[in-house]
């Protein structure tokens, strides 16, 4: 069962950056696609990027231009690249494949500040 951990949040001010990082103890390799949601307090968990095999990637509107998704070249690891954040970036992120195939981690929490 892949279990998965992500770590890199935190409190940042209006405009800062922070990276995400996704890993499980039984590696990402063998997973082509994976993504990227946040929950924000009070909605629905929303997927804002998507990768597959490095060659197709995804954004929802709210994060295009400044989140970017990547993997390592081992493919062990996921991350997000946060940049120019809001205080509507405001949420616990959540890594997962694009149906959610896996147990939800315990996300990590970040929280944008102006």
């Known amino acids: 069962q892949v279990q998965l951990v992500e770590s890199g949040g935190g409190f940042v001010q209006a405009g800062g950056s922070l990276i995400l990082s996704c890993s499980a103890a039984?590696?990402?390799?063998?997973?082509?696609?994976m993504a990227w949601y946040r929950q924000s307090p009070g909605k629905q968990r929303e997927l804002i990027a998507a990768m597959q095999r490095e060659t197709t990637i995804n954004y929802a509107d709210s994060v295009k231009g400044r989140f970017t998704i990547s993997r390592d070249n081992s493919k062990k690891t996921l991350f997000l690249v946060m940049n120019s954040l809001k205080p509507e970036d405001t949420a616990v992120y959540y890594c997962?494949?694009?149906?959610?195939?896996?147990?939800w981690g315990q996300g990590t929490q970040v929280t944008v500040v102006s």
């Open positions: 039984s590696g990402l390799s063998r997973i082509n696609t």
């Open positions: 997962n494949t694009p149906q959610s195939r896996y147990p």
